[in-house]
């Protein structure tokens, strides 16, 4: 978009942006056209198609859009709409990493739509490739009243920073990095290879506290903490030297071992921060110190919306919850507190019951373009758990809102509860898979299928990955959901305990596998064991963190039996 | 093997790379390899003529640090383009150790990569006989601008300007 019809709260492209991401999409042209005429192997290709967010899947190409931060405006996303339907099925999957995915692309066609991306400012950039790759954050940035920093500020600045790095564009692995300005953290920064909270001092500065070495796959690691303080100006030069260490010492003898984590672990963190220290010591100070001029320039380019000066207590949203008890139970699961009296911030669930999660029609896109032109200043973002938000809804407004997203199937009122699971694509799609993920979150929704059952169980985190890669981050669900083979058969390990927020943890293996037909039986046995043990306002993990793994193992394997 | 200038001109090479059985000629621009270094360092730092150093991948810049005055190359060696470490490398002799020579790098590179070489201090780069040099020197000019600060000639702070380079 040009900034005259570019929406409000977004990062304004300028020209030379727009410059930069044209040229990405002659450059990745160019490359097709080399790669066809043999000029590069498929072996050099493939990083270089990868670093354009495109996969080679099971059944055709998988292309990655960036959504930086997880922040796009209504034309943005009318876009992905219109490519879905000329160039996929009609449909996009919206991710765990805050991005689209379109599964169904054809090779020839993917210099046009990164193309047509890039007329409205989007790209696949570093989506993909052992490279910096697209910062992720919350999704209330900007808007949530726990906020202490807006962390779409430093996203973007990690973003320019990261963007093409000449020094960091060929790493042993995958690069991933998170950021939080609120204490919640609902960005999981600690199981990402760098994880970034953003804070202020007692003098009201900011910096961040550094977390390294999570991850997950097949050898799931949550952070250590680096420093408890990096100030603002230091923050660059400080991620420069871990990636430095990490692109000087990190494997690359064996893929799976190539992440930090696994850098972090076999060096320990004291040696491994003893060195980044050292490289830290080199080149901070004023030549990569991050100049106070700059940070302000791009705030300024995240222009707050034009928010109405209202009161805190709003008559018509009270009444509306108190005469339609459907809307207060949508409202008391899908909302959180908007920094701004009289706003809230409001979550789309893609996880209807029975549904594909994180999957979103061309039809539903457009329809949420729509709505965010109306209600929320042209501004949608992507949350990790692969559901929208409109972050700037009034509340008089928002009964009208909630009226018109059920008519678009988006108003299932289960945020957080146990049918937002969050899957993988799994074997329908992926080429890496033991077994499908989409099915089973479909089953399970289906069996708690009663939204009040759901409500009276509570908050409980319930994700699926078809493999140990984990891009369904089963590891740090309160239950995760993990796909083996078995003699080709495709069986299910359970998990208890994991979670990914500021206390994260990995979950423990509650025992042998199970195969597909009985795994929402087993979910349903383990949520009554809680159930039958719950004392007044415990969550689940709260439950099992009290009476331990054995009364879990006990009643899932006598169920399963 | 073609030999390409940061300019993306292809120039002469005045150096030859010695493999660790051939013995060392008294005079000539030779590159030996970094163990072969270690080992001889003695009798090569009397030699009265050029001489440059091979980096296997792995090796640090730290490796050759103390010698830099006396080396008048240093190759750095990319055994698969996909192993980015002489990326740093490059960068870090620059940067960290101010060296000042020629910056080779041989091996398995891709045309994509060499602005990004060049980026990192790197000052020629050995491409393949086969090598097509109007899409090496295309590379160069493909995306003009750049959000960090090239190696060479760097004052300005790290980051968040962006710069036309081509
Ligand atoms: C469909 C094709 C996909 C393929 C081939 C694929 C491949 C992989 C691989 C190989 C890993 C393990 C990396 C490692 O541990 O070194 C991984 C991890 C991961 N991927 Fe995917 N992935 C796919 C889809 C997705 C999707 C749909 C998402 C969600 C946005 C996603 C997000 C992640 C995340 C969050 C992780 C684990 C966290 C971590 O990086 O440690 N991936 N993926
Ligand atoms: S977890 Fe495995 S099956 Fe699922 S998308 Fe990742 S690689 Fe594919």
């Known amino acids: 978009m040009t900034s005259s019809t570019g929406p409000v709260g977004l990062y304004q492209y300028d020209a030379v942006d727009r410059e930069f991401v044209h040229e990405r999409v002659e450059q990745f042209r160019g490359q097709v056209e080399r790669r066809l005429a043999g000029d590069l192997t498929e072996d050099e290709f493939k990083p270089l198609r990868l670093m354009n967010g495109l996969y080679l899947q099971l059944h055709a190409y998988m292309l990655r859009i960036a959504v930086p931060y997880g922040v796009l405006s209504s034309t943005q996303m009318r876009r992905l709409a219109h490519i879905g339907r000329v160039h996929d099925k009609g449909y996009g999957h919206f991710t765990t990493r805050q991005n689209l995915q379109f599964n169904w692309i054809k090779l020839a066609e993917t210099p046009d739509i990164l193309g047509e991306l890039a007329d409205v400012n989007m790209h696949a950039i570093q989506t993909s490739g052992n490279c910096i790759r697209n910062v992720t954050t919350d999704q209330f940035c900007g808007a949530a009243a726990d906020e202490v920093i807006d962390p779409r500020v430093y996203a973007e600045i990690l973003r320019q920073w990261s963007t093409n790095h000449p020094e960091f564009s060929f790493l042993p692995r995958k690069f991933k990095i998170a950021i939080s300005g609120s204490p919640a953290d609902r960005a999981a920064v600690k199981v990402h290879d760098i994880g970034l909270l953003a804070k202020r001092n007692a003098e009201d500065e900011v910096g961040f506290e550094v977390w390294v070495g999570g991850g997950l796959g097949r050898s799931p690691f949550v952070a250590k903490k680096a420093r408890d303080w990096v100030p603002e100006a230091d923050g660059l030069a400080y991620l420069e030297a871990i990636l430095r260490v990490y692109n000087q010492f990190g494997r690359r003898d064996n893929m799976y071992k190539a992440r930090i984590k696994i850098l972090v672990h076999e060096l320990g963190i004291e040696k491994f921060l003893t060195h980044v220290d050292a490289e830290f010591a080199r080149i901070r100070g004023p030549k990569f110190a991050l100049d106070p001029e700059l940070v302000a320039a791009i705030q300024a380019r995240f222009a707050p919306p034009p928010l109405a000066d209202l009161p805190g207590h709003c008559p018509e949203f009270e009444a509306a919850k108190a005469s339609d008890p459907a809307f207060a139970r949508w409202v008391a699961t899908n909302t959180v507190a908007h920094k701004a009296p009289g706003y809230i911030c409001a979550t789309l669930s893609l996880k209807p019951i029975g549904g594909i999660p994180g999957d979103a029609t061309s039809e539903q896109m457009e329809a949420v373009a729509d709505l965010a032109d109306r209600y929320s200043f042209g501004e949608i973002r992507v949350a990790h758990e692969q559901n929208l938000v409109l972050a700037h809804v009034r509340k008089d407004a928002l009964h009208a809102l909630w009226t018109e997203l059920k008519a678009h199937d988006l108003a299932t009122p289960n945020i957080g509860l146990v049918s937002d699971i969050i899957a993988c694509p799994g074997l329908d799609y992926c080429a890496l898979a033991n077994a499908r993920a989409i099915p089973i979150a479909q089953g399970i929704s289906e069996r708690f299928a009663d939204l009040d059952r759901q409500l009276a169980i509570g908050d409980l985190s319930i994700n699926i990955s078809g493999c140990i890669n984990a891009c369904g981050h089963h590891h740090v669900a309160n239950i995760g959901i993990l796909g083996v083979d078995k003699k080709g058969v495709e069986f299910y390990q359970i998990t208890v305990g994991g979670n990914a927020g500021i206390d994260a943890a990995i979950g423990d293996i509650v025992g042998p596998a199970l195969p597909a037909e009985e795994v929402p039986a087993a979910i349903e046995a383990l949520v009554n064991v809680y159930l039958h043990y719950r004392k007044d306002g415990e969550r689940f993990i709260d439950t099992l963190g009290r009476i331990g793994i054995q009364p879990f193992k006990e009643t899932l394997y006598a169920a399963a039996a | ?166």
Do not use: N
């Not at chain 2, 020629?124 to 060479?152: E, F, M, N, R």
């Open chain 2, 1 to 166: 093997m073609p030999l390409l200038r940061e300019t993306g001109e292809a120039v002469a090479d005045a150096w030859t790379i010695l493999p660790d059985d051939r013995p060392v000629p008294a005079g000539g621009a030779v590159v030996v390899s970094l163990k072969r270094w270690r080992e001889e360092r003695e009798t090569l730092a009397g030699r009265d003529a050029p001489l440059g150093v091979l980096l296997p991948s792995g090796a640090l810049a730290s490796d050759v640090a103390p010698d830099l005055q006396r080396l008048g190359l240093i190759a750095l060696d990319f055994p698969k383009f996909r192993d980015g470490r002489g990326f740093t490398v490059a960068r870090e002799l620059r940067e960290r150790f101010g060296y000042t020579g020629e910056i080779r790098a041989t091996g398995h590179v891709i045309a994509d990569q060499f602005p990004l070489l060049v980026r990192c201090g790197v000052s020629t780069v050995q491409v393949p006989d086969t090598a097509k040099l109007d899409q090496w020197q295309a590379a160069l000019g493909t995306l003009t601008i750049a959000y960090q600060k090239a190696v060479a000639g760097e004052e300005l702070p790290l980051s968040l300007r962006r710069f036309k380079v081509a």
